[in-house]
């Protein structure tokens, strides 16, 4: 549907009227559609038929051109790995030459290297002595230090499994099939064992990371996704940016399951000047406010929590409110900064502390909107040009700041935020979020150091939603778990520059070359002041 061309006189109040009219109902029959089509899907799905395919656009399409390239400069992806941080002894073989002619003398030898992979299964096979003891008593003699206690498997069979199945994501049932092509003796149960049991060590070590970064960060990403558990819809949150990156799983996203996630494996509740802070920001009565504050102050475990709720009596409206203040307040107890910031795409959950936007999550409805007429199309365009020039700026005052450009900037924002428009449902409301979020948008004016969207976040967790569709849902608790722990170790070797390799086969074999990933962390954000928490300003 295309409207005919209104002029600047003929637009009347009574027109303007009946264009943001027509622009609401178009919204709205845009997103019924979208409904109707979704409905249809899954009632073919449900009657055995196929949905309506989703065709992708053609590839035939010729690329975009590269940008011009500086004098010297070379292509992206073409740069060369060092071989010298390869640090390994060549095992030589002389090659002479075959039948050399008469009267011919050696010249020496010339070098040529060929990279080769021997993958094969041993089985080691130990001959422990018995022996006996003038009292009578029978003794073993104890396997080496590198054998796994209680594991017919050893440490570097065990490092690649765990490697196959969350570095390379190789499904059980490939990875088992692989494994018997070499002639490893290991059956299903055994291997899910080993991707699953006695893991205490890694799980403690992922609660250390997530303790190290909250602690001494100045801002993380969130962000969660659908992790199916047990047959059962469930979420996955990810906490993290550029020093690590900590998944949890969990059977919802509310408020109250994020601070929960923040607190990690502390199981406690606390009512301090935070708790009351937030539950008057809630609006809690006051009543109840002195109620819950008369009281003890600390509770260990969620059923101690809901015990003195119950005995208080509080409203179940209440209820999660509380909760949340009760959870909030233990948090700088934990070491999590009142000022650290929360980077998010908007999700209300994730708005604490010191709460940041991300500007691509702002602008994205404006490319989603399906333009009814000319005169609309460019609205939405010369919308989105003026958001984006803004955006470089921010962009550019956050790689150098400048005092002087921060007010301007602010000005720009209400300028931009502040225009009236006749759509008032198609770029009206994506205005009203901006005023709506403008202090999470332009946090970036005092933390510099805040990236202005979460793509960074979003890429850690696509790694587990990659996961997610490859190996499906968790069927355990103890699946679950291990999936996240792993997931989390993983990317943040990636981030410190560990490989991961190594830190498995240091961690399985009790090594101890690798450090602590925790330990990495607060050393490199010592080595970046850009990542150094700030300090929380007194009330």
Not at 249 to 267: A, E, I, P, Y
Not at 281 to 305: I, N, R, T, Y
Request: neutral net charge.
């Amino acid at each position: 549907m295309e409207l005919p061309p209104i002029s600047e006189a003929e637009r009347t109040p009574a027109v303007v009227a009946l264009l943001a009219v027509v622009d609401t109902l178009l919204q709205r029959i845009q997103v019924l559609e979208e409904t109707v089509e979704k409905l249809r899907d899954e009632i073919a799905i449900l009657k055995g038929q196929k949905p309506k395919p989703q065709i992708a656009p053609s590839r035939l399409e010729k690329p975009p051109p590269n940008p011009p390239r500086a004098e010297g400069e070379k292509r992206p992806g073409s740069e060369k790995r060092s071989k010298k941080t390869i640090a390994r002894k060549p095992i030589e073989v002389i090659v002479d030459y075959p039948d050399p002619p008469a009267g011919a003398v050696s010249n020496g030898y010339e070098p040529y290297d060929v990279e080769e992979l021997e993958i094969k299964g041993t089985l080691m096979r130990y001959l422990r002595q018995r022996i006996m003891t003038p009292d009578g008593r029978t003794l073993l003699a104890p396997l080496p230090a590198d054998v796994i206690p209680g594991s017919h498997f050893g440490p570097t069979l065990t490092c690649f499994i765990l490697y196959q199945y969350h570095q390379c994501h190789v499904t059980q049932p490939l990875l088992l099939e692989q494994l018997h092509e070499y002639e490893i003796n290991i059956s299903p149960g055994q291997l899910s064992n080993i991707l699953t049991e006695k893991k205490e060590e890694f799980h403690a070590e992922k609660a250390e990371v997530r303790q190290a970064g909250l602690a001494v960060s100045s801002y993380v990403g969130v962000d969660d996704t659908g992790a199916r558990h047990d047959g059962k819809n469930g979420f996955c949150t990810v906490i993290c940016n550029e020093l690590f990156a900590a998944f949890e799983s969990t059977d919802s996203k509310s408020r109250v399951n994020f601070l929960k996630v923040l607190r990690g494996d502390c199981q406690g509740y606390a009512i301090n000047e935070i708790a009351l802070a937030y539950w008057k920001k809630q609006q809690m009565p006051q009543e109840w406010v002195e109620k819950l504050s008369a009281g003890p102050l600390c509770f260990v475990g969620d059923d101690a929590w809901q015990a003195y709720l119950s005995e208080m009596g509080l409203a179940e409206r209440l209820v999660k409110t509380a909760t949340e203040g009760a959870l909030l307040a233990l948090l700088p107890e934990l070491g999590v900064s009142a000022e650290l910031v929360i980077l998010s795409d908007g999700a209300p959950q994730f708005d604490l502390l010191v709460h940041a936007s991300c500007w691509v999550h702002i602008e994205r409805p404006l490319a989603r909107i399906i333009p009814y007429n000319e005169a609309h199309r460019l609205a939405v365009e010369q919308m989105r040009q003026e958001i984006w020039e803004l955006y470089r700026d921010l962009k550019a005052y956050r790689e150098k700041p400048e005092p002087t450009a921060k007010a301007s900037l602010e000005v720009r924002f209400d300028a931009l935020a502040g225009q009236s428009t006749v759509y008032t449902t198609s770029i009206g409301q994506v205005l009203k979020a901006m005023r709506d979020h403008r202090a999470d948008l332009l946090r970036v004016l005092e933390r510099p150091a805040v990236p202005l969207h979460n793509n960074g976040t979003e890429s850690d967790i696509r790694e587990y939603v990659k996961k997610r569709k490859i190996s499906g849902s968790t069927r355990s608790d103890e699946g679950r778990r291990c999936r996240d722990t792993f997931a989390s170790l993983k990317k943040t070797c990636r981030k410190l520059g560990v490989s991961f390799w190594a830190f498995l086969i240091d961690r399985i074999r009790g090594v101890g070359k690798v450090p602590r990933l925790g330990d990495l962390i607060r050393q490199k954000a010592a080595e970046a002041p850009s990542l150094k928490p700030v300090a929380a300003v007194p009330a």
